[in-house]
C-alpha cells in the first residue's frame, strides 16, 4: 500500500519561507503526477501546486503563484514544496497526495478527484 509523509511544517512569521517534504515509501511514485493541498480551519481543502511526472510541467494556485515551487526528486522518492514569503493566509495543514495517472499539461492537475493517497498532513502557521 502507498504511504506518503510529510514533514517540514512549522511556525514561522509572515515572509518568512518553509520546505515541506513529502515521502513516498511504495508504488509507482515515478510515473504520477503530484500534488499539494491545503486546508485552512473552517475552509474546504484546496490544491496549491502539483508536477508531473517528469518535473517538466507544473500547476499552481493564483494565490501563491510566484511564491511556491514544488519539485520532485524521483531517485528519493520525495516531492518537495517550497514556500517563500509567507503569508498568514497561508496558514493551513497541507497534504501531498499521488495521483492516479501522469496528468497531462492542459488539464487540471489541480483536480482533487485524480488523487488516490493522501499523507496524514502536515500543519503550517504564519504569524502576522
Known amino acids: 500500500q502507498v504511504q506518503l509523509v510529510e514533514s517540514g511544517g512549522g511556525l514561522v512569521q509572515a515572509g518568512g519561507s518553509l520546505r515541506l517534504s513529502c515521502a513516498v515509501s511504495r508504488g509507482p511514485f515515478n510515473l504520477y503526477t503530484m500534488g499539494w493541498f491545503r486546508q485552512a480551519p473552517g475552509k474546504e481543502r484546496r490544491s496549491v501546486a502539483a508536477?508531473?511526472?517528469?518535473?517538466?510541467?507544473?500547476y499552481y494556485a493564483d494565490s501563491v503563484m510566484g511564491r511556491f515551487t514544488i519539485s520532485r526528486d524521483n531517485a528519493k522518492k520525495t516531492v518537495y514544496l517550497q514556500m517563500d514569503n509567507l503569508k498568514a493566509e497561508d496558514t493551513a495543514v497541507y497534504y501531498c497526495?499521488?495521483?492516479?495517472?501522469?496528468?497531462?499539461?492542459?488539464?487540471?492537475?489541480?483536480?482533487?478527484?485524480?488523487?488516490?493517497?493522501w499523507g496524514q498532513g502536515t500543519q503550517v502557521s504564519v504569524s502576522s
Open positions: 508536477i508531473n511526472w517528469n518535473g517538466r510541467s507544473a
Open positions: 497526495a499521488v495521483a492516479g495517472r501522469d496528468i497531462p499539461t492542459g488539464q487540471n492537475m489541480g483536480a482533487q478527484y485524480e488523487y488516490n493517497y
